[in-house]
């Protein structure tokens, strides 16, 4: 069964009627671009065929009521919950896309939903704004919201930052809203601006192989916060808006204005927007295997200089390469999470076995792999 249908089949398990409509947003991968986002830099994600399934029905209301098959719970939600700090755990998500809309001034409906998930929660893929971005879409339709597509990543970025209180970037939430199939979304953090790049792999005889390393993300909170702090102290010392704004061939100089450490994640921010402009270049005329080379440099980059993977994470993407791969990099914000490597069609069973070969031999859990391509972002589904 789809998502969608499961989604629906719940909704009607759980209340006892049929729900309205199921919509539905997608995890992402990023193909290049790390902790660039909060930089006022560039990402590259695209959607991947994995789902978050939201089935909602008008409420007599007033209030919410949420369930979720992965959390295996229900939880009522009232007008007083709309506010950061009364709902914490899995719900938080949803009464945080609650809350953004009645900060941006729109009343959301008294809403049933039920809702469930292909993608897999807290592997790196972003199962938070897929779920962010999907109970969205369904509260836009159901109470024929006036709140445009292209203010939803702001609006569910709001709600994780602002009730979650996790502090990520934009990259997610537009990724889930915006990407279309057959396409990776080069996204300027800084404007919002996007373009949909041609991102085919089938018509290369390439495939890009998604490990989810199952590695436990340690410290994964404060580590992000130090290094977004690192980030922001060092652009006060340069003189900068945002690291987006130091150029690589002024490095050199703003390097010998920095601390060792801060030098070494101010090199990996340069240095990794870089790489996405030339990742799209390359994209653009059709080149894609020529990206490789700027996957596996990325990789070396977070690993050495921004000091955010783990053994399981290097074992993943040393794996992929020893097996042939054109080039292989973490993805996510890192610290466990999920690899990528970019392969011949013809190699990806190869390629996973050589990964699992790794796994097993390093003593770690067997690794789930998939092959992505670029699906599209939030619709409804039925
Ligand atoms: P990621 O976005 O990479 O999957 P996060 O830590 O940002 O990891 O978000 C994962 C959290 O989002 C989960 O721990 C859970 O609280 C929430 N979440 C996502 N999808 C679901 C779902 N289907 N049901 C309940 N909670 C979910
Ligand atoms: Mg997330």
Not at 26 to 38: A, F, M, S
Not at 177 to 188: E, I, K, S, V, Y
């Amino acid at each position: 069964m789809s998502v969608a249908d499961r989604a629906a089949a719940l909704f009607t398990e759980r209340y006892g009627t049929a729900p309205a409509g199921v919509w539905s947003a997608p995890g992402r991968v990023n193909l290049i671009g790390e902790h660039t986002d909060y930089n006022d830099g560039f990402v590259l994600p695209f959607a991947v065929p994995l789902r978050t399934a939201v089935a909602a029905a008008p409420a007599a209301g007033p209030g919410w009521t949420i369930h979720s098959r992965e959390a295996d719970e229900t939880v009522v939600i009232g007008v007083d919950d709309l506010t950061p700090g009364r709902v914490t755990g899995w719900a938080g998500y949803v009464v945080g896309v609650l809350w953004a809309l009645r900060e941006a001034g729109v009343t959301p409906p008294p809403a049933r939903i039920a809702l469930t998930s292909d993608v897999p929660l807290g592997a790196g893929l972003s199962s938070s704004a897929a779920l962010e971005c999907a109970v969205l879409a369904a509260l836009v339709e159901l109470g024929s919201l006036d709140v445009p597509k292209d203010s939803w990543p702001r609006l569910a970025q709001r709600a994780e930052n602002g009730y979650v209180g996790m502090p990520c970037g934009i990259m997610d939430q537009s990724a889930s809203t915006l990407c279309r199939a057959g396409h990776a979304l080069f996204l300027d953090c800084r404007d919002g601006a996007v373009e949909h790049v041609p991102f085919d792999l089938a018509a290369h005889g390439l495939a890009l192989l998604v490990v989810d390393t199952n590695a436990p993300h340690r410290l994964v909170s404060g580590e992000y916060a130090a290094r977004r702090a690192a980030c922001e102290s060092a652009a006060r010392t340069l003189g900068v808006g945002a690291l987006r704004d130091v150029e690589v061939d002024a490095l050199p100089g703003a390097l010998d204005r920095l601390d060792e450490i801060t030098g070494r994640r101010v090199r990996h921010v340069v240095t990794e927007n870089q790489r996405v402009l030339d990742a799209v270049r390359l994209l653009r005329d059709g080149r894609v295997t020529e990206i490789a080379p700027l996957l596996t440099a990325s990789h070396a980059s977070m690993r050495d200089d921004y000091e955010i993977t783990v053994p399981e994470v290097d074992t993943a993407v040393d794996a992929m390469l020893a097996a042939g791969a054109h080039g292989a990099r973490m993805t996510g914000g890192g610290f466990g999470g999920c690899v990528l490597g970019l392969v011949d069609r013809s190699a990806v069973d190869a390629t996973a076995a050589a990964v699992r070969a790794a796994f097993a031999a390093a003593g770690y859990a067997a690794p789930h792999a998939f092959a992505a391509v670029a699906d599209r972002g939030v619709a409804r589904l039925i």
